[in-house]
């Protein structure tokens, strides 16, 4: 594990608490390893993380986009603050390299899973906001994210909505989505599918166009709406 001052430098800010910048990094598979030890893992900053993370981001969202309907500003975010994307946040920042793991987690990779560093990546954010506050934590979130909403700006984001859904699903219910055709209308040079995607026994959406790969897309997104929407 790197050091707290290197990656302060990485961050440049200098933590009042150093103790809750290291417990941002502690996995639980290092607490089941060594149980006697004083350290807690990372997973309630997660939780934190993840909160303030949509919160920035819807934030600037509303302010930067006043044009956009509530829908499409909800599809972005996710797409913003999906766990692929944190990954790759936490990779330019090399999180990878201050986590501790346990010894079975290190060797299997763990350092670069993007579970791990999209965990981490929130867990850091918590740390940041409970140890600077409010508006260190959006600066800093709203430079690491710059060129992501300049590539939204510019209409050169492409939503993987299939992606986002399986991320989402895999998280919260431990199961992949499912995708069926159940009808195809219409002849075969102006074919139009419909496709349901479902969650275990549930059916959350059910999308059409002109192709599988469309209406498989247009599902998603409505599933992912649907499950957004949710208090």
Do not use: C, W
């Amino acid at each position: 594990m790197s050091s707290s001052s290197d990656l302060e430098s990485l961050l440049g800010m200098h933590f009042n608490n150093e103790p809750l910048l290291k417990q941002a990094f502690v996995h639980s598979s290092y607490i089941n390893e060594n149980p006697d030890t004083d350290l807690h893992d990372n997973q309630r900053m997660e939780f934190l993380g993840d909160s303030l993370l949509n919160f920035i981001v819807a934030e600037k969202l509303y302010h930067e986009f006043p044009d956009i309907a509530e829908g499409k500003l909800t599809e972005i975010r996710i797409s913003l603050v999906r766990q692929e994307k944190l990954a790759e946040k936490a990779h330019a920042l090399k999180l990878g390299d201050f986590m501790l793991l346990g010894k079975g987690e290190d060797l299997s990779d763990g350092r670069t899973k993007r579970n791990n560093l999209a965990d981490t990546f929130e867990a850091l954010v918590a740390a940041i906001f409970l140890d600077q506050g409010i508006e260190v934590t959006k600066n800093l979130i709203l430079k690491l994210f710059s060129s992501d909403i300049e590539a939204i700006k510019s209409g050169r984001i492409d939503v993987n909505f299939k992606a986002m859904l399986q991320e989402l699903t895999q998280a919260e219910f431990k199961l992949l989505p499912d995708y069926e055709v159940i009808e195809a209308r219409g002849p075969d040079h102006d074919r139009e599918f419909f496709v349901s995607v479902s969650v275990g026994d549930v059916v959350l959406a059910i999308g059409s166009g002109k192709s599988k790969k469309t209406a498989e897309s247009e599902a998603a997104r409505l599933a992912l709406a649907k499950l957004s929407a949710r208090p």
